[in-house]
């Protein structure tokens, strides 16, 4: 594996780490810039927006720039973002920065991704991709009780300034360990880069993405007040509990990368069936404490994990070009948004049960979704008894049936 692929890890870790910053500093934060937790609530809100809305269009504009200055320069938009986090007098200021942080993250990933794969064999792409993902999954783990701490120790102000202190140091470390590549779809311009999305293929290959991390984060955007008041964990069990399901979704990734490129659908489809599974025993035996850890632990397992080979399959009915990413990248976080406003909703009517419900009833459309490439590839197998079918936007071609 590419040594570059693990620098770029350090970079998404940088941007999760700040994203998820606020939502561990609220009440600090709210005290700071004298406005309500709510309104703290909103520059998350504002940040996923600008990530889902905003990352693309900054992709566009660095269509006709190679990777490597395109990493840098969202680098420093990025830094220019948390330094003005770090100081910003007002609640108007904080959210300019969170708009700023939200676009250069969003077209970071999407960037990072690309070199990941112009980096890697083709047999190895979706291990590669596990490997760079793998900065998400530490930013989950370590990146919110590492800002939680930070802030509680020396102030909200003092972790963005950590956070730009981080940024600073996988700047320099993709400096010196990323090579200079050209532009993955070659010297096609903004044509070739969207002329990718007329195939439908594609976008139903985004929607079942959605669908899967929509499900995961209907459950754990609630977890915690699920754990508390209804399983009956006391509130300082809870960080542990998140500790544990951060480290599953690292094993699960881990997993799935070494999955992704041979059996991407098998390994999608299976995901989903397991989530559903789990997101519907946790609501099922919520107030059970052994039963709960395990269906929270097994969410954990099968849900954002699927990232990989998620990819890989985007990647493969598209083309693996820092645009595509970047779009899968808003839709996924398209995912977080539904999930997690639509689980405060029917928590309103039905109670802290229900976003596990519907986590369930999303994951179940994500196997719908499914159905059209299931029923295409066995076409495919009947009309070509004793082959495998390849997968045409593949550059391998080799996911077995």
């Given at each position: 594996?590419?040594?570059?692929?693990?620098?770029?890890?350090?970079?998404?870790?940088?941007?999760?780490?700040?994203?998820?910053a606020?939502?561990?500093?609220?009440?600090?934060m709210?005290g700071?810039?004298?406005v309500?937790i709510s309104?703290?609530?909103?520059?998350?809100t504002a940040?996923?927006?600008?990530?889902?809305?905003?990352?693309?269009?900054?992709?566009?504009a660095?269509?006709?720039?190679?990777?490597?200055?395109?990493?840098?320069?969202?680098?420093?938009?990025f830094l220019?973002?948390?330094?003005?986090?770090?100081v910003?007098?007002?609640?108007?200021?904080?959210?300019?920065a969170?708009?700023?942080t939200?676009?250069?993250?969003q077209?970071f990933?999407?960037?990072?991704?690309?070199v990941?794969v112009?980096?890697?064999r083709?047999?190895?792409?979706g291990?590669a991709?596990?490997?760079?993902?793998?900065?998400?999954?530490?930013?989950?783990?370590?990146?919110?009780?590492?800002?939680t701490?930070?802030?509680g120790?020396?102030g909200w102000?003092?972790?963005f300034?950590?956070?730009?202190?981080?940024?600073?140091?996988?700047?320099l470390?993709?400096?010196a360990?990323v090579?200079?590549?050209g532009?993955?779809?070659?010297?096609?311009?903004?044509?070739?880069?969207?002329?990718?999305?007329?195939?439908?293929?594609?976008?139903?290959a985004?929607?079942?993405s959605t669908?899967?991390?929509?499900?995961?984060?209907a459950?754990?955007?609630?977890?915690s007040?699920?754990l508390t008041?209804?399983?009956?964990?006391?509130?300082?069990?809870?960080?542990?509990?998140?500790?544990a399901?951060?480290?599953?979704?690292?094993?699960?990734n881990?997993v799935?990368?070494r999955?992704?490129?041979?059996?991407?659908?098998?390994v999608?489809?299976s995901g989903l069936?397991?989530?559903?599974?789990?997101l519907?025993?946790?609501a099922?035996?919520?107030?059970?404490?052994?039963?709960?850890?395990?269906?929270?632990?097994g969410?954990?397992?099968?849900?954002?994990?699927m990232?990989?080979a998620?990819?890989v399959r985007?990647?493969?009915?598209?083309?693996p070009?820092?645009?595509?990413?970047?779009?899968?990248?808003s839709?996924i976080?398209?995912?977080?948004i539904?999930?997690?406003?639509?689980?405060?909703?029917?928590?309103?009517g039905?109670?802290?049960?229900?976003?596990?419900?519907?986590?369930?009833?999303?994951?179940?459309?994500?196997?719908?979704?499914?159905?059209p490439?299931?029923?295409?590839r066995?076409?495919?197998?009947?009309s070509?008894?004793?082959?495998v079918a390849?997968?045409?936007a593949?550059p391998?071609g080799?996911?077995?049936?």
């Amino acid at each position: 594996m590419p040594r570059a692929v693990y620098v770029l890890a350090i970079g998404i870790f940088a941007m999760v780490t700040s994203e998820f910053a606020v939502g561990g500093l609220m009440p600090q934060m709210a005290g700071g810039l004298g406005v309500t937790i709510s309104q703290i609530g909103y520059l998350i809100t504002a940040f996923a927006v600008a990530m889902s809305a905003g990352g693309p269009l900054m992709t566009v504009a660095l269509v006709r720039i190679r990777p490597k200055p395109a990493l840098m320069l969202l680098f420093a938009v990025f830094l220019a973002g948390n330094v003005l986090a770090a100081v910003a007098p007002s609640y108007a200021v904080m959210m300019v920065a969170r708009v700023i942080t939200g676009v250069a993250s969003q077209a970071f990933f999407g960037v990072a991704i690309s070199v990941a794969v112009q980096l890697s064999r083709p047999e190895v792409r979706g291990r590669a991709l596990a490997v760079v993902l793998n900065g998400l999954m530490l930013g989950t783990l370590l990146g919110l009780p590492l800002s939680t701490l930070i802030g509680g120790q020396f102030g909200w102000r003092a972790a963005f300034w950590a956070v730009g202190a981080l940024t600073v140091l996988a700047a320099l470390a993709t400096t010196a360990g990323v090579p200079g590549l050209g532009r993955a779809g070659g010297d096609g311009g903004f044509r070739q880069e969207t002329a990718v999305f007329r195939n439908g293929r594609l976008w139903l290959a985004l929607s079942t993405s959605t669908l899967i991390i929509g499900a995961t984060f209907a459950a754990f955007s609630y977890l915690s007040p699920i754990l508390t008041q209804v399983t009956g964990f006391t509130s300082g069990a809870v960080p542990l509990l998140l500790v544990a399901y951060g480290a599953a979704t690292v094993v699960g990734n881990h997993v799935v990368g070494r999955l992704a490129d041979r059996h991407t659908i098998r390994v999608l489809l299976s995901g989903l069936i397991l989530n559903t599974v789990f997101l519907a025993g946790f609501a099922l035996f919520a107030h059970l404490s052994v039963p709960a850890v395990i269906a929270m632990l097994g969410v954990g397992l099968v849900g954002v994990t699927m990232n990989p080979a998620m990819a890989v399959r985007v990647q493969r009915v598209g083309n693996p070009g820092p645009l595509v990413n970047t779009v899968h990248a808003s839709f996924i976080t398209l995912g977080v948004i539904i999930g997690s406003s639509a689980g405060g909703l029917v928590i309103d009517g039905f109670g802290l049960r229900a976003p596990l419900w519907l986590g369930a009833g999303l994951a179940v459309l994500g196997v719908v979704s499914l159905l059209p490439e299931l029923g295409r590839r066995t076409a495919a197998r009947a009309s070509a008894p004793g082959r495998v079918a390849p997968c045409p936007a593949s550059p391998a071609g080799q996911e077995r049936p």
